[in-house]
């Protein structure tokens, strides 16, 4: 063919940077680095000019020497692949690349394994053959253990032959990939993808994580071990029934599970291991019941928030160093039979029928903020600060529980239809502020610890306390108030913190304050027993503080209505008193009777006029 002067120019400069193309050319595909060179060019002037110069044509053949070997390294075929999850039973292997610089037909594949201190040469093949054309995603294949090969690590590595179109002009080239990650069957790690079964002895090593929407079922006699903290994260669904955990970390460590759709544990052991909960999504649910372990050493944590759109239990476990916390609207959310260190409730929305209830627990604190219509039955909560009710639960029913101290702050519900205390046979205290229609009625409140008080409401309107039996009666020597009414806070520049409140019908005994008013008007104080209280009934005052703890004013009590109360006797030890006005005369305006009203009067007989 004509040779023009490019050609000629394009070898010069081939020759005199042979060196750097060619190294270009091992880190290129061959066609990219012919291209680069100008190689079938680069022959054509080397044949055209073979008679005109001998230099030139000996380093024209150099370089296509160099080309050759150039050749050999950069169209070297390779497959990789490597094992993506180990179980007890399975382990999932996975082609993870194909790399070759031909047209393909097809490529044979097989997975090889041979144990931990064998030679590679006693490998046997441990899947099927595989066939991958181009365009196919990379295949993966299960390897399935025997009972007798747990406990055993094994090395896996690839076969495969790559088949070539008629175009490719090439052989048939036998490609054997690296040495995966070790396998050991009962030391698990990785991403479960389809419906697995642990029943034995596991060793959590990584992270597990079970693909949705793919079931992993955890069975007795399953013992579940790890060294450290190790974590499940669920996005399938994760059954346990009858299985041990155990940790042998530090005594910080735990158990991490993250659940999205269905989390079922039921009669599980937690040993030397806390348990951490959590999930997402808008339709999960859980089961919780019967599990036993932790301890304030091992402490465990159940965070549940966003919605469970289905109804979830919580029955039947016996871990004191576990805190349950729901948030944002669980509906229908059954805790019962329970032994727990706490349960904190917020921002949980319901009515009657679908609202929490919490019942027949032991527990040692409860909180319960925004949680509408949540019912507390028949619970015991020992901690001094047991329960506390914040923000808008209205609706709320607390009996038939054996409690420490209540708190209830920022409840506001018109009258009769707030938070009800009632039929308790025993709590230490109740303090309220900011509150509107909460009923405590028929408690036994029996103070047995340093609490000043045992009922104290600092602020709020339209309260009823009714028939409660106020008492102390293991307490060596005379303890504050049984019930006091605006003493505290912050008074309102003559507007009392305390109004409209019903206090009736409560039997008081062995206080120094039996009732004491302070910032409170408009009250009802009717049908009461005082006995054994150096005060009976103490009136006012109430100081009003500045920042820096400065008298600023005093608030004394007005307009309460106080009648048919049986005050006395008083506690003669303390030189007891059945009534104290601690007020100046004409701050003196309540009212110590009632209007003319028929019926019997304290003599006996009619109305008397």
Known sequence: RRVDLG?????????????RWLAFARRQKMKQAMNHLGVKRVFRVFLCLMLGSVLISAECLLSGANLRSAEAQ????????DAFYVGQRDARLHITKIDTYWTLEKVDIAFWRYPEGSEKSTAIKVSPDIVW????????????????ETGQTYHYFIKATFYYAAAANRSPQEVEGPVTKQATPGKAWGEIQRDTLWDGDIELTGTVTVAEPATLTIKAPARISSLGDKYITAYGNLLADGVTFTNSGTTSSSTYIYFKKLLSLKNCTFTDNGLYVTHSGQSSELIFQGNAGGSLEYPGYINLGSTLAVATQVTGNSMPGLRLALSSQQKGFVIDHNTFLSVSAIDCEGDEGTAVTIEKNSLSDMTLDNVPGVVVRENTVDNLLSVKFFNGTGGAVIENNTLGKIEVYNCHQHEGAGI?????PQIRSISMNQVTGVTVKDNVMDLETATPHVITLVEGAYNVIQNNLIRQSNFTGVRWGGIVLGLGGSDKDGVPLVADNQILGNRIVNFYYGIALGSAGRNILSGNSLIGNVKSILLGPYYRYSSDRQVTGTAYPKENRIWNNVVGPPNQSWNGVNIQIDAPSEELQNIWNVEKTAGANLVGGGFLG
């Not at 990379?138 to 390897?143: E, I």
Request: overall charge negative; proline content about 7%; aromatic content about 10%.
């Open 7 to 19: 050609d000629a120019l394009l070898c010069f400069v081939g020759i005199q940077h042979k060196k």
């Open 74 to 81: 950069v169209l070297q075929e390779s497959i990789e692949g």
């Open 133 to 148: 054309t181009l365009g196919q995603p990379y295949p993966q294949v299960y390897n399935d253990f025997s009972p007798s």
């Open 420 to 424: 009800h205390i009632r039929n308790n």
